[in-house]
């Protein structure tokens, strides 16, 4: 009786020695996984689900894309629907610095502004999302339904490529490569004969008292009339925004409908918003 009872110890010892042993290995081979799904991405700028799984037939679909979502988190590559592209791609080939470090900065905040956003959005509406680096985490997450989605953002509109239901349209006009939108007269004309059931801008600053402003002349005429032609106006704004000054007030406070931040919203800012009738999520 006590060598079986041994005997099984040894067995069960041998069996969570081994269990470990094939973890680590596993997280080993995850590694250099990745980093060959990176090689990948570089060398062919954009690579399918179907391409990956061919590189490593024996791996399921679900741990590729775990892979994929790590990568992503991690700035490596970038995820889209049914495969993924290299940054390189999405900027034509010169990921500044300094738009990246847009994204990366306040990225937590960033990331429930776009969840809280999405939420907003119905099937069959028309839908302006504007560039910047909250914008693109919500075109990172926006859901495949039935709707018309014009962006400025190129880096947006790239993301959204991907969706198979929503109709996607990039708007026209000079490019600003500091943060690879488009803007000018040909942007504003674009949207002159528009109307959308719901508008997404992103600010450079909101002046309590006053309204959300941008630093950028032709930024400011496309945002103003989005603004205008626009049954429901959303800014997506965190809280690092209230106080910061621009030159171009493109909506005053009470034109807004909605103001999606973080839960670091200065009380100030909130009695401004609401005294003026707008909602904050």
Same mark, same amino acid.
């Given at each position: 009786?006590?060598? =079986?009872?041994?005997?099984?110890?040894?067995?069960?010892?041998?069996?969570?020695?081994?269990?470990?042993?094939?973890?680590?290995?596993?997280?080993?081979?995850?590694?250099?996984?990745? &980093?060959?799904?990176?090689?990948? $991405?570089?060398?062919?700028?954009?690579?399918?689900?179907?391409?990956?799984?061919?590189?490593?037939?024996?791996?399921?679909?679900?741990?590729?894309? %775990?892979?994929?979502?790590?990568?992503?988190?991690?700035?490596?590559?970038?995820?889209?629907?049914?495969?993924?592209? +290299?940054?390189?791609?999405?900027?034509?080939?010169?990921?500044?610095? +300094?738009?990246?470090?847009?994204?990366?900065?306040?990225?937590?905040?960033?990331?429930?502004?776009?969840?809280?956003?999405?939420?907003?959005?119905?099937?069959?509406?028309? $839908?302006?999302?504007?560039?910047?680096?909250?914008?693109?985490?919500?075109?990172?997450? =926006?859901?495949?339904?039935?709707?018309?989605?014009?962006?400025?953002?190129?880096?947006?509109a790239l &993301?959204?490529?991907?969706?198979?239901?929503?109709?996607?349209?990039?708007?026209?006009g000079s490019?600003?490569?500091?943060?690879? +939108?488009?803007?000018?007269?040909?942007?504003?004309?674009?949207? %002159? &004969?528009?109307? *959308?059931? =719901?508008?997404?801008?992103? $600010? #450079?600053?909101?002046?309590?008292?006053?309204?959300?402003?941008? #630093?950028?002349?032709?930024?400011?005429?496309?945002?103003?009339? =989005?603004?205008?032609?626009?049954?429901?106006l959303v800014?997506?704004?965190?809280?690092?925004?209230?106080?910061?000054?621009?030159?171009?007030? *493109?909506?005053?406070?009470?034109?807004?409908?909605? $103001?999606?931040?973080?839960?670091?919203?200065?009380?100030?800012?909130?009695?401004?918003?609401?005294?003026?009738?707008?909602?904050?999520?």
């Open positions: 009786m006590n060598e =079986i009872c041994h005997n099984k110890l040894t067995f069960e010892h041998s069996t969570l020695y081994f269990k470990g042993r094939r973890e680590e290995e596993g997280s080993m081979r995850s590694s250099e996984r990745q &980093q060959i799904i990176l090689n990948m $991405v570089k060398a062919e700028s954009h690579i399918t689900l179907s391409q990956i799984k061919e590189k490593f037939p024996d791996i399921s679909d679900i741990t590729i894309r %775990r892979d994929l979502e790590y990568m992503d988190k991690e700035r490596m590559l970038v995820r889209i629907r049914g495969g993924a592209k +290299s940054l390189e791609s999405i900027i034509g080939g010169a990921w500044e610095d +300094s738009y990246q470090n847009r994204l990366l900065e306040h990225a937590d905040e960033k990331k429930k502004i776009a969840e809280k956003a999405v939420t907003l959005l119905k099937p069959k509406s028309s $839908v302006f999302l504007d560039s910047g680096s909250t914008a693109f985490c919500m075109a990172e997450i =926006i859901p495949d339904i039935p709707m018309d989605i014009m962006t400025s953002g190129i880096t947006c &993301q959204l490529s991907g969706l198979k239901e929503a109709r996607v349209q990039m708007l026209g490019v600003n490569t500091n943060s690879y +939108s488009v803007t000018g007269e040909v942007s504003v004309d674009g949207i %002159r &004969q528009r109307f *959308f059931s =719901i508008a997404f801008l992103g $600010v #450079t600053g909101y002046m309590i008292g006053r309204g959300f402003v941008t #630093t950028v002349a032709d930024d400011w005429l496309l945002k103003k009339q =989005i603004a205008h032609n626009c049954d429901k800014i997506l704004m965190d809280s690092s925004k209230v106080g910061k000054e621009g030159s171009y007030i *493109f909506a005053e406070t009470g034109e807004a409908d909605i $103001v999606i931040s973080d839960d670091r919203l200065a009380r100030e800012a909130k009695y401004d918003l609401k005294g003026h009738g707008v909602s904050i999520l």
